[in-house]
């Protein structure tokens, strides 16, 4: 029971961003004074602010630091306000209020705080309407994504499926990673398969065919026994999957699903590349949660895991030549170099990936043939690189000379400092040891403006290169980078933004569409491999509603599943350009996400939606179909 609490509330005010109302109450026997207070917001505070009754003494970022007029006291059940007006954004949601809060006493311990939703002041929120139908289906199949082509009749539902007589060991050793695969996620429903015959159960019979395309597989059903045909194994393994969910559906409900006992299944996957983000760097994810994941995108057919590990909140991933960067960069707490962000509560957090673990994820995702893809986001969003290295600045660049959209202060690595190049030859050495991927992610995304223009290591670097501003200091940083990547045979991809200034060798460069959708077009026609992600349909940190409660962030407007499901990236693209789009990713961006039931909340069932998207042709889409059948399917 927390002896503090303070609640936020938002009222309009005409011709700009509105005032939020902070209330603490004293819930304590004694009263309080002597104090100050913290809290974390996506609502921050703007450069110009007026604040009554309280003084704000420190901000970085979403953390901001008040302290109470001189001599205040509050009384035991009493309470405290101010108002603070000059907001960065306008809140739009309950959720942009308060994530953590804390008090510094008197004696200098440190208390959590208690806090409620952004409330509404003086005007109705409005309501969500339903986000998921109760679905209905025309045939009675569990297939998520919908295959390309299918033509069943549906029969007895078997008991268990098992490899039939003389059924290689590497393919029983394929359909046992499936069966592990399902009991992970649906740890109590019965298995699907068995390693021996078994009666009332039916055989699979596995064949290699040699004309079927790369990833595609073949069913073909009968009374007596399965035939799983594919080239490879990745289609032999989607094929499995696909008779895991078909059993999974039929028994899970009788009423809707049932099992196929004639015809065939011919499927193959729409787009190459589908992926999903997850960014650890604003919330730590345990390697179990991050494994979970993975198999929940196996379960859905997703195909690549893109993995933000590095952002100005925090640095993930250890790097053996500089331990600093998670000894001091993935820790955050009101003593550290960095300060508490986001739902940090009042004791410091810290969280970091060892090489080891990444071994053992980048093989997980590899039994699953998923391929996991590493981010570090360079050379803006790198607070938590900079603070745990500070020889990485241009110690001569003035502090506060640039903000970045996030509201941190000179987080950009500079391309004018040599041991910034130093220092990433030694990261990309130890990621390509860790990671067999083809590409490198290197963010490359929302640079501040004005970056780099107080430096004069800069100044003197622009000067000689005949560099004009930001955006070609960063192309000039970029294509160092990318050379470096290619000594260390790995192409380069990044945000949409690394094509500013000039962009990079569009040769084997892949870049992903995120501001808006329309960029897609303009990076294919540049010559760029291209992934869509645009926040508009695949951000499932925005809101899925837009009422004041539904939660979420909103930059990118709000994202019911029904559009996300709908949202068509190849539309975007004309005829002649379509061969540079690569495919489709989600993103699950942490800021807004801080429980278990957080993120599930928030992304599902958008990520299935999108994995269905990235599977299944457009005509074949059926959003009732879909509502129907996910919500039989795993979530964290
Ligand atoms: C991004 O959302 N900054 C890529």
Redesign the pocket.
Known sequence: MADYHLEASWSPVEGSPGRLTLTLFNLSPEPLSGFSLAYTSPTRVADTYVCHGASLTRQVANFHEFQPPEGLSIAPGGHWRFTVEGLADEPKHRTDGIRSARLTLDDGRRVAIGFGDLMLESRDGGVSPPLLPPGRVDEPYALLPWPLSLALKAGNLPVVLYPAERTRPDTIKALSLVLALYQRLYPADDAPFSLVAVKGGRAIRFVTESSIAAFAYELRFSAHEVVLSSADAAGRQYGLISLAQLLHGARADRERFQFPNFGTIADQPRHEWRGCHLDVSGRFYPVADVMRLIDILAWNKLNIFHWHLTDDEAWRLEIKAYPQLTETGAQRGPDGALMPEFSDGSEASAGHYTQDDVRRIVAHAGFLHVEVLPEIDIPGHSAAALSALPDLADRQEPPGSYRSPQGYANNALNPAVEFTYEFLGKVFDEMAALFPSAYVHIGG??VAHEAWRSSPACKVLMKREKLAGTAELQSYFLKRIRTMLSKRGRKLAG?NEVSHGGGVDRDGTLLMA?ERPELGIELAEDGYDVVMTP?QAYYLDMAQAQAWSEPGASWAGFTPPERTYAYEAEAELPEALKGKMRGIQACI?SGNIASRAQFNRLVFPRLPAIAEAAWTPLARKDWDRFAAIVRMWPML
Request: charged letters at 35%.
């Open positions: 995304d929302e945000w995120w926040g961006w």
